[in-house]
């Protein structure tokens, strides 16, 4: 009876059911106008990461004087349901998985918190970095390829990743299919022999004498400009003068005495399609 009667009083009230009808369609519209639609959203993986870079430091050293110290600090917090952690050579990273429900940015806020009070990290450590974990999807692949060497193919194609990141609502461009430039060092073991070196100085004396470490900050009224000091190197011929060890009558044995240093490419642990550098890039606006 209660239907029938609302729409018997409608049946007899034109004029009020049309400007009603008006509302609806007119507020169905303004909403649909103000809805944020992403072709390619951000996805929150409800994830909170801490990575500090330790430059040099084996992962035993990365594990006890920093990714141990971020554990211990942010085990009992709020809203913590599981923490995975790794350490590698010259990186700690810290994983932190947020409770169901729980604001991921409030958990964010205080992991920082936290984080910064830690005064134990070594010296060469770098400025831990804390950051909300996000996945973007990808929309686009690029490949460059061409009969040209493999270290013109990479430089060709680092300068079309840097176009394409500054493309409007690009927010990252990876470069993949790469291999990695190294410096090889082969010590004979007559060389060693012959300077009464072990393998395991030689490495030490090299991890020292190519360094990038922070040497502190100065702080302005606006900002805080980090000092770093520069002394990796990455080139051959910049080894050679590295002193292995210096003898008490004055005497220094350097790595060019010692032969060969060449530059090569990391090995391959995959194969990439015909011989080509690709670029995934990836976005998260409309």
């Known amino acids: 009876m209660a239907v029938k009667g609302l729409i018997g009083w409608f049946a007899s009230n034109h004029v009020t059911a049309n400007l009603l009808m008006s509302f609806l369609l007119l507020a169905g519209v303004l909403t649909a106008l103000s809805i944020k639609v992403e072709i390619v959203p951000e996805v929150s993986l409800d994830m909170i990461s801490v990575t500090v870079k330790y430059p040099g430091a084996s992962p035993s050293e990365v594990e006890a004087s920093v990714v141990r110290e971020i554990e211990e600090r942010v085990a009992g917090l709020e809203g913590v349901k599981r923490i995975y952690s790794t350490a590698r050579e010259g990186l700690g990273s810290v994983r932190i998985e947020v409770l169901e429900g729980f604001d991921v940015r409030q958990l964010l806020d205080e992991v920082k918190s936290e984080v910064e009070q830690i005064t134990t990290f070594p010296e060469e450590a770098e400025r831990p970095v804390v950051k909300e974990m996000a996945r973007s999807r990808e929309v686009i692949n690029v490949a460059l390829y061409g009969e040209v060497s493999e270290e013109v193919l990479k430089t060709l194609a680092e300068r079309v990743k840097d176009g394409i990141t500054r493309l409007p609502g690009v927010t990252q461009a990876e470069l993949f299919g790469v291999r990695e430039r190294e410096i090889h060092i082969e010590v004979s073991e007559e060389a060693l022999k012959r300077y009464g070196l072990t393998l395991g100085q030689v490495a030490e004396a090299v991890r020292r004498g190519s360094l990038d470490l922070p040497a502190g900050s100065i702080k302005a ?37 010692m032969p060969p240093l060449r530059r090569a490419s990391r090995m391959w642990t995959s194969w990439p399609a015909s011989w080509a550098n690709r670029l995934r890039s990836s976005r998260s606006g409309a």
Do not use: C, F, H, N
Request: aromatic content about 8%; proline content about 3%.
């Open 221 to 257: 009224s606006d900002r805080e400009i980090l000092i770093r000091a520069k002394g990796r190197r990455y080139y051959a011929d910049r080894y050679r003068d590295l002193v292995i060890v210096a003898r008490p009558d004055g005497s220094r044995v350097t790595l060019g005495e």
